[in-house]
T-cell receptor, first 113, second 116 residues
Framework: AQSVTQLDSQVPVFEEAPVELRCNYSSSVSVYLFWYVQYPNQGLQLLLKYLSGSTLVESINGFEAEFNKSQTSFHLRKPSVHISDTAEYFCAVKETSGSRLTFGEGTQLTVNP | GAGVSQSPRYKVAKRGQDVALRCDPISGHVSLFWYQQALGQGPEFLTYFQNEAQLDKSGLPSDRFFAERPEGSVSTLKIQRTQQEDSAVYLC??????????????FGQGTRLTVV
C-alpha cells in the first residue's frame, strides 16, 4: 500500500514570490509520482508527472518538481507565482504496475497581490 | 465533448433515497475510475474498470455502493439508501491505457452529492 503526506494544508504567498509545496510518500514498490491542480469549480488537471529518467520534471506554466528517492519526496516549486496560480494542489502516487492513484490531502495555495 | 463528462453536477438527496451518478469518459478510453472526495480531503479510490470488467472494487465503502460499465463506455455509480456520510464530490476519471502504461488520468468536474 502507498500513502502520501502533504505537509502544508494552506500556503499563502505574495505575487511574484517563490513557493514550495511539500509532498512525501511511502511505498514498498516502485511508483510513479504526480501533481494535480484543482481550480475552483473545476476538475483535477495533471500538472506534471515523474515516471523515470531525469528526477527534475517541469510543467508548461513554470512549476517544477524533483523526485528524491532517498527522502521519498516530490516537492513542487515555482520561482515566481501569479495570482492565477491560486488553487488546490494534490500530490499523488501510483504503483508502476497498478492502476489506482493515491492522493494526499491537498495544499491550498493562495497568491495575494 | 472532448473531456470526461459527469452528470448531474449537483445532487441533493434525502437520507434513505437512492441516487445514480453518470460518467461519460473520453471516447476510446479503456480505463475508468471512480473516486470520492470528502470536503477538505484528497480524492479516495472507489473502483476501477477496464473496459466493461470491474477489476477492483476494494475502495467501495459499503454494499450500498454499486458501479457498472456494461458496454465499456458510460459508467454509473449507484448509492442505495444514502446516508449523510455519503455527502462528497464523486469524481470520475478515464485513461487510454492500463497497468504500467496508465500514466495519465483525465478527470471530470465531479458530482457534488449532498444528503440531507
Amino acid at each position: 500500500a502507498q500513502s502520501v503526506t502533504q505537509l502544508d494544508s494552506q500556503v499563502p504567498v505574495f505575487e511574484e514570490a517563490p513557493v514550495e509545496l511539500r509532498c512525501n510518500y511511502s511505498s514498498s514498490v516502485s511508483v510513479y509520482l504526480f501533481w494535480y491542480v484543482q481550480y475552483p469549480n473545476q476538475g483535477l488537471q495533471l500538472l506534471l508527472k515523474y515516471l523515470s529518467g531525469s528526477t527534475l520534471v517541469e510543467s508548461i506554466n513554470g512549476f517544477e518538481a524533483e523526485f528524491n528517492k532517498s527522502q521519498t519526496s516530490f516537492h513542487l516549486r515555482k520561482p515566481s507565482v501569479h495570482i492565477s496560480d491560486t488553487a488546490e494542489y494534490f500530490c499523488a502516487v501510483k504503483e508502476t504496475s497498478g492502476s489506482r492513484l493515491t492522493f494526499g490531502e491537498g495544499t491550498q495555495l493562495t497568491v495575494n497581490p | 465533448g472532448a473531456g470526461v463528462s459527469q452528470s448531474p453536477r449537483y445532487k441533493v438527496a434525502k437520507r434513505g433515497q437512492d441516487v445514480a451518478l453518470r460518467c461519460d469518459p473520453i471516447s476510446g478510453h479503456v480505463s475508468l475510475f471512480w473516486y470520492q472526495q470528502a470536503l477538505g480531503q484528497g480524492p479516495e479510490f472507489l473502483t476501477y474498470f477496464q473496459n466493461e470488467a470491474q477489476l477492483d472494487k476494494s475502495g467501495l465503502p459499503s454494499d450500498r455502493f454499486f458501479a457498472e460499465r456494461p458496454e465499456g463506455s458510460v459508467s454509473t455509480l449507484k448509492i442505495q439508501r444514502t446516508q449523510q456520510e455519503d455527502s462528497a464530490v464523486y469524481l470520475c476519471a478515464s485513461s487510454p491505457d492500463t497497468g504500467p502504461l496508465n500514466t495519465e488520468a483525465f478527470f471530470g468536474q465531479g458530482t457534488r452529492l449532498t444528503v440531507v
